[in-house]
């Protein structure tokens, strides 16, 4: 069965880092859609960053161009988000996502995606 698993958050103040990661296990992360979506308090859940593992350039919300960064190591079959100078702002649970290999694109939509990993928290204070 497929399964994705995240890790990495916790508490930082503002202007610090957190790297998360998601294991996947059952299927490779490659040739894929692979996101992070992140859902705040009373918020809809919206997507940070998305990637089409079998190449081509990413995809980040205005809120976090030029401060997180989405990558894949196919070998360990694991996404990762870096997050730098994070902000009040970016508290949240994050959740790693899969589509479909059948889609050879992305997509910002929670309804594209099948697979959910049950999420890590991220809290970042002044």
């Known amino acids: 069965q497929v399964q994705l698993v995240e890790s990495g958050g916790g508490s930082v103040q503002a202007g610090g880092s957190l790297r998360l990661s998601c294991r996947a296990s059952g299927y490779t992360v490659s040739r894929r859609c692979m996101a992070w979506f992140r859902q705040a308090p009373g918020k809809e859940r919206e997507a940070v960053a998305t990637?089409?593992?079998?190449?081509?350039?990413?995809y980040y919300a205005d809120s976090v161009k030029g401060r997180f960064t989405i990558s894949q190591d196919n070998t360990i079959y694991t996404l990762y988000l870096q997050m730098n100078s994070l902000k009040p702002d970016d508290t949240g649970m994050y959740y790693c996502?899969?589509?479909?290999?059948?889609?050879?694109?992305?997509?910002?939509?929670?309804?594209?995606?099948?697979?959910w990993g049950q999420g890590t928290q991220v809290t970042v204070s002044l």
């Open positions: 990637l089409y593992t079998g190449g081509g350039s990413a």
């Open positions: 996502a899969a589509r479909h290999p059948f889609y050879r694109s992305c997509e910002t939509d929670t309804t594209a995606f099948g697979a």
